[in-house]
Each structure stands twice: as C-alpha cells, then as structure tokens.
C-alpha cells in the first residue's frame, strides 16, 4: 500500500486556487523531490497535508495508508505518522524546548499505546540526537526557537522527526538557509531516517539538498500542476536549465 | 505569645499615643478638602475606562476597622511585630514614637495628597498601618512578608504601608493582600455584601539601596479593590517589584514611580489573571528626572469571557533626566471573543539623547503557534493550554525567588484550570 496518494487535489487559500489537481503517489521507502518555482504551490501542498487551517481543500482526495487524510485534526494526523518540518519554524515564548519535545513524543506515545517518557528517560533519548544534530545542549532549556539560528531551528525540526519517528516526513524547503556545514548535518539527520518502511515528501527550490539525499523521484510542480516526474536527474537537468522551459508550454 | 497571634496592630498601642492620636487627627482633617469629589484632580482621565463610582466613594467614613496582620510564614504561625538590630517591623502608631523624624518625613511624601482623590481618602481615613525600616547599610537574607486581611465582616478597609530602604540598604518584601472576608461560602444564591478596600503602600530607597517587592493580590467576586505603590527612588538605587494579581472582581493598581536619584533603577513586572467578568485596571506613571535612569516594565493580563482588562502607561522623562532608558510593554491575552482589552502607553519626553521604547499587543492564541504544536500531535485543548501557560510562564520565570515563584506558580495553575474550562 501506498503511504501517500493523491487523486486530483485542488486547494485555494483565500479563495485564489493555489494546486489545481495534483497526482501523486509515495510508496514506503522511498524520498521523492517536490521542486518549482516561487509560487507555484508546494510549501501549499505540505502544509495542506499537515492541516493547516487557512487552506481549502476545493476537490480532490488525500489517503493516508489507506485512509482519508484530509477529514481529520492536525493532532490526528501526526498521531497516525504524519510529520511536517517547518519551513518557518515557530517561535514559542514561555515553553522550554525540552518540555515541548517530551510533550510531543508522549502525545504520540500515547496515541500508540506506548509508556510515556519521565523527564529523566528523556533526556537519555534526546542526548544522543542532540549529539547526532550537532544541537548545543543549551538549546533545549531556551524557549521553543527563541533566540536559535536559521539553522538551529532547522536542526530542531529535523531533531523532531528523529524522535517523533513518522511513517511520511514532509520536509518543506529544509535546505533554505543552511550553510553547506549545516545541510549536511541535516541530510545526515535525513538519510538516518531512511528505510524500507519510511518515506519522504521533500520540498525543495534549490537542487542542492538532493546532492546529499539523493530521491528516488523527482516532481515539478509549476502553477499548481506537476508538469513533469523524473528520477534524481531530472533534480540535476533543473540545476542547469533552471525552470523557465518548463514555464514555456504553461504560457501557450 | 499564642494571644499575641492574632492580635490586630490597631489595638498594639504604645505609650506616645496621645501624641500619635494628635498627629492622626491632624493628618485626616489635612486630607479631607482633598477628599471630596468635586474637587477636579489632575489625573481624573486615567479613569476613563473605569467606573470610579464602583468603589462606592463616599464622604461619611464611619466604617469598620480592617485588621492588618504581619506574618512571616503564612504557613506555620503568625508572629507578633519584630525589631531587630537589622530591622524594625511595628504599627505605624509605635514608629511615630520610635522614629518620628522618619515618620513625619516620609508619611504622605511618595502619595500626594493632591494628585489622587483615594490617596486622600485613604489618609483622612485611616487608623494605623505597617512600618517597616531598613536601616542604612543592612542586608536582610531572608524575605518579609506583610500580610494583609479582612476581619470578618469589613465592608470598608483603608490599610497603609510605609517602607524605608536607608542608604545601601537591601531587602525582599512580599506584601499579600487578601481581599476576602474570610468566612466561609455564603449560602447559596446568597451574595455576599460588597467591599471596598483603597490601600497604599508608600516606598522609600536611600542611595543605592535595593528592594525586591512582591506584591499578591487576592479577593473574591466581592472585591473592590483600588491600591497604589508610589516609591521615590535615590541615586543609584533599584526598585524591582512583580506584582500578580489572582482574583477580584473590581481591582485597580496604580504605581507611581519616581526615580529622583541619578542611575536609578525600576523593573515593574504584573501578571493579571481575570476570570469571567472581573475588571482590572493597571496605571503606571514613571518620572525619570534624574540622568541616566532606567525603566522597564512588563505588563501582562490572561483576560477571560465576559472580563476587561486595561493598561494605562504614563512614562515622563525631563529635561534633567539625560542618557535615560525606558522600556514599557503590554500583553492582554484574550481567551474568549467576548474578553476585552484597552492599552494606553503616554510617553512625554523632555530631552534627546534618551531611550524610550513601547509595544503592545491584544489577542486571541496564535493560530500559527497552536497549528505547529497540533502538527506534533498535542491536541487543541492541551496546546491552548501550553501556550497559555508559556504566557504566563514568561513572568514566572523571571521571579528571583523560588518560594514566591512555586506558590505564584501553583495559584496560577488553578486559576488557569478553571478559565480554560469555562
């Protein structure tokens, strides 16, 4: 069974139609690029995956291993193994990074009918992913990305996959911002995750990610439609040619 | 000692009293011409978006009297009036014997008369209150709490507090109000009579003293509260006060802030938590007349169905006061659609080369916030509950006491149980 598909899925937000009718399945196991221009709706699809409110979904369906995605709370879905990295991770006054994490990992626990993690059992778990991010331990005491890096608040999204361990990881444009020190920390994070089980919807501009995690399928969606599905050269022929020939046959 | 425990300052008398009744008698007639209404006050529009007349201001003060109550530990027992060669603790009818220079110097000093028709309420009212002097050079380890009760029945109380930091001098306060009568629940369908309590609390720092003041106050869907901090600080000075206010249905604080001494120093903090229909209103007026004084304060109000919550911020920095900082900030957090909010920041500045900075914000929870916490599995009612709580959590967290922030903390949590159910 496919992790993800997608039937003719239609979304506006603000009532201007943002994807006009996407097609799309992800099978366990494998990564697959999402790339495009600015504005041509992908940081949309992720998010509409994840349920955020302001999107609408106008026609179309999602199924989530089976089942009807596009129905259920945000909380539901990431209970089921949905997880979204943040292209714009929030800022969180007043919560400490760690408590924030805990509270996650054992809302999940908790939906799975696992134990759920004391402060002490934790800190065993995240000590040796901090590590493995490269994070300052310091990090986890500050308030949810309060004072982090652009990167640092990247490294925590990707520390949050790790622990939250999702059946589909959506990353939207995790590379943006990176230094290549920093992309590479993260595409570790990444490729660690991999597996037969798993798989990855990665959302990207820029081809440089895919370097490093290498897709077993490339898409690009130009204004609102993928236009054209490869494998990992399709990633390297955009990084030379860039999108404008693929914009051509949009405009006819 | 056990009689002693609940002894109220008011009956503690010591020899000198004639004189003290003279002064007493001479203070309230002072205030009186003061006290009437249709006297127009300078500060009068601070009271635009709340009813003056809800404290059932009236001429005729022929109301019981409060008992005022120090303790130390609220929790083990009550101690009577202490002095030390550290510090002095005692009604102010035994300082106006003990200390008189230092009564007569600084009583009415910080709270005029002639600004603020309560404070002249209060002085030609009131009977006897707290004194409480450092003297200069004294470092106090351990905090002091003041505690400040209704008897039973109190339809009217006029308490007044006096603080004395001398030179160098360092302190922790914690000032309690307990705006409840302290009986039982009435019956049922019942309410309760209503009270009115006008308090004030009159601080003064010597040169490079430094007080911490934490200021609770507490009542019930009975309280009409109106109090005032007003503090002169000296040069070099630090006032730091965190007040948090719990529940009352009809609370007013005003703090008025005078930094005099050059590099002096104010940090105010509030926390206000208002359940379902209650009215607070919060006042500050700063004045930085001295060169490089600095100011920050941090106002912030968890605002329930139905309840109004206001901020009115008067900074003034003069012409004397060059190289000076100040920094104010606002936050209403609103829980309901039917929560309101009103911010009204005041800056009047007198001269360049100064800092002065002001933000406010009022509003619902983040929906961007709430959506990344759901997107990791926490369900909507605990992720309003854990932004709530990191609201709240931000002026916690910078209480430098831990006994105050743990019993602080905990009052919140129930306070904020209840609000997010209803």
Known sequence: MNLLELRNLHVAIEGKMVLRGINLDVPPGEVHAVMGPNGSGKSTLVQTLAGAEPYQVTDGQALFLGKDLLSRAPEER???????????????????NAYFLRASVNALNRARGEPELDAVDFLGVLRSELLAMEMKP??????????????????????????????????????????????????????????????????THYQRLLDYVVPDRV??????????????????????RGYDWLLEPQRA | MMENRLEPVLTSFEPGQTNWRTWLEHTHHAARPWSSSDRPLIRDESWK?????????????????PVIRTAFDHRTNWQPLKRTRQWSLMSLACAYSE?????TTFFGKMAGLQTRQLTALNTGAFRDGIFLYIPPGRCLSEPIELTLMLSPGTTAAFPRVLIL?????????????????????????????SRMINSITEIHLGEQAALTHYLEQTGDPSTRAVSLTAAHLSTDSTYQSFQYDGCGFLLRHEHDIMLKGRGSRVQLDVLSLLSKGEHHDHQTRLVHAAPATQSTQRIRSVVGARATSIYG????????????EAAQNNHHLLLDSSARAMSRPELEIGVDDVRCTHGATSGELNQDTLFYLRSRGIDQRQARHILITGFTEEFLAGIPSETIRAHWRSNVDGILAKLEES
Request: aromatic share 6%; proline share 5%.
């Open chain 2, 165 to 193: 930091l001398g030179a160098g001098a360092n302190a922790h306060v914690m000032e309690r109000h307990v705006w409840t009568d302290g009986l039982s629940q009435p019956p049922s369908g019942v309410n309760p009579p």
């Open chain 1, 138 to 203: 310091e990090l986890l005491e500050r308030f949810v990305n309060h004072g982090f890096s652009g990167g640092e608040k990247k490294r925590n999204e990707i520390l949050q996959m790790k622990l939250l361990k999702p059946r589909l990881a959506l990353l939207d444009e995790t590379d943006s911002g990176l230094d290549i020190d920093a992309l590479k920390v993260v595409a570790r994070g990444i490729n660690a995750m991999r597996d037969r089980e798993r798989g990855f919807l990665v959302v």
């Open chain 1, 78 to 96: 990431a209970r089921q193994g949905l997880f979204l990295a943040f292209q714009y991770p929030v800022e969180i006054s007043g919560l400490s």
């Open chain 2, 49 to 65: 978006y709340t009813r003056k007349s809800a404290f059932n201001i009236t001429d005729g003060i022929t109301l019981p009297t």
């Open chain 1, 219 to 240: 898409h690009v969606l130009v204004n609102g439609r993928i236009v054209q599905s490869g494998d990992a050269d399709l990633a390297r022929l955009l990084e030379k």
């Open chain 2, 313 to 324: 911020g008067h900074i003034r920095i003069s012409p004397e006061a060059k190289g000076s």
């Open chain 2, 99 to 103: 200390h008189a220079d230092l009564v």
